[in-house]
DNA sequence: ACCTGAACACCGTTCAAGT
DNA sequence: ACCTGAACACCGTTCAAGT
């Protein structure tokens, strides 16, 4: 749905120019004012400098995550919590380039609160709350590190596929690494993001 | 331990001044060379480009890190996985301005085998091995990002402290969050991290 | 208020030429 | 092999001037 230049321009639109630029490998000032039409000078009256462009585009990711499976009534809290970051997993991995804002914005935002206090509700202890969201920020950024910053993601079995190829290790130096080789490779696997969230609610 | 211009130069002393570059919260080509005192295209005789400083930079911080407190046969398995992940994040938190380096380029280094092999050791099944490796990651990932890029971290009580009082949300939009405050403050603190790495390890 | 054109003070990287 | 000097192709940001 490219539209070109914009006759009315407004922040959002903005910001999805800045979203293209971000997943395709690079924002910057320059092309995101070449990409709605405008010199690089003009962004600066919707936006004080780039750092506010990254922030905003941080919490507007966190904000396609559905907080709404965290509420759901009639399910176990143990069961919400997993639907949730299973969900803000893959939102955040359809901008593995954006993963960086997310870790260095994501609790400044509006969007952020309202995440943090739907948690709640589904595990009310809030060190529990920020344990979970550890884990998940942690195992999305480890994953979506290995990635091209440029063009799409590819499939889940393709990038283990890819991983275990790719491994070798000196047996004799290191032979659990060495023996652990498949596992390894399925590091950024669902199950394995299952696995360790499944271990740590079973004792939340 | 300043001394200017070196006489004979090496990898490891350019990787020392582009430590100290980043620290102070800005490692650009030209600023490395002028530190080392050299031009900045000469630069380029011992790193490919800044990517594998970055990358060298990573590996030598995770190298800092004590493996030989997961294999310390003397104690628990569970004591010595808690003793390297405070060792860990200690280590890693001294240069809060190269986390997201290290989560950029964490286990491509040969250091990250060593450490790797060890966490097997204490830890024999790899997916708990990188649980316990998101957690610690993913925790201080998130600690360092609400640090200036610039300048010496604050001691731990002053930076909750500073949390405490910045902190405000709407009690009526988000109770849960607003009676929290406290521990959300507290977010960033050795104890909370000690508090989630125990219940995950409690369960692995 | 919004935008242009032009400038300022930077970047990373390359490369002929020197030693 | 190591280094300089100079250039190339970029950056983010500012600002007078226009509408």
Redesign the pocket.
């Known amino acids: 749905m490219k539209r070109g230049p914009q006759r009315s ?1 407004n922040p959002e639109a903005v910001l999805d120019a800045a979203l293209e630029l971000m997943d395709a490998g ?8 070449a990409r709605v ?10 936006f ?4 506010a462009i990254v922030v905003a585009l941080a919490d507007r990711l966190l904000g396609e995550a559905d907080v709404g499976l965290l509420e759901d009534g009639d399910r176990e809290p143990h069961e919400r919590i997993t639907a949730f970051a299973l969900n803000l997993r893959q939102v955040l991995m359809r901008h593995p380039a954006a993963m960086p804002s997310i870790l260095g914005a994501a609790f400044s935002g509006p969007v952020a609160a309202r995440v943090g206090e739907s948690l709640l509700i589904a595990l009310p202890d809030p060190r529990a709350s920020y344990t979970v969201m550890v884990y998940v920020l942690g195992a999305v950024a480890l994953e979506a590190a290995e990635l091209d910053a440029a063009g799409p993601v590819p499939p889940e079995d393709e990038r283990i596929a890819a991983r275990r190829a790719a491994f070798t290790v000196d047996p004799a130096l290191f032979p659990r690494t060495h023996a652990a080789a498949d596992a390894i490779a399925a590091y950024i696997s669902t199950e394995q993001f299952r696995w360790g969230l499944e271990r740590l609610l079973s004792s939340l």
């Open positions: 321009l690079g924002l910057t000032m320059r092309a995101l004012a039409g405008l010199t690089p000078g003009a962004l600066y009256t919707y004080p400098d780039r750092a």
